[in-house]
């Protein structure tokens, strides 16, 4: 249970880093061509930023009756998050 937590926390501090990212890439993008579509990308990245932090709070002060089973479905879907915010932050670079 351990590891699986470990690799959730860096999962979500992973996130966390890249969100905080791809919301400075927006803020500038946005501050030029104030478009809609770029605000909206940074209230959802926003939200996306804040269910992380609420994620990496409750890993480093887990329930102690919740199943391993649930923090490890948790765990891969911070896992596949870390990839698509990749994804997505190298594609707002190119």
């Known amino acids: 249970m351990t590891l699986v937590l470990d690799i959730a926390r860096l999962a979500a501090v992973t996130n966390i880093i890249l969100l905080s990212a791809l919301i400075a890439v927006w803020g500038q993008l946005y501050r030029k061509i104030r478009s809609t579509f770029t605000l ?25 009756g919740l199943p391993p089973f649930a923090v490890e479905i948790m765990m891969v879907l911070q896992v596949l998050e870390a990839f698509a915010i990749a994804t997505l932050l190298y594609i707002t670079w190119q």
């Open 40 to 64: 909206g990308s940074i209230v959802f990245a926003g939200f996306l930023l804040a269910e992380n932090l609420l994620a990496l709070w409750y890993y480093f002060n887990p329930t102690p």
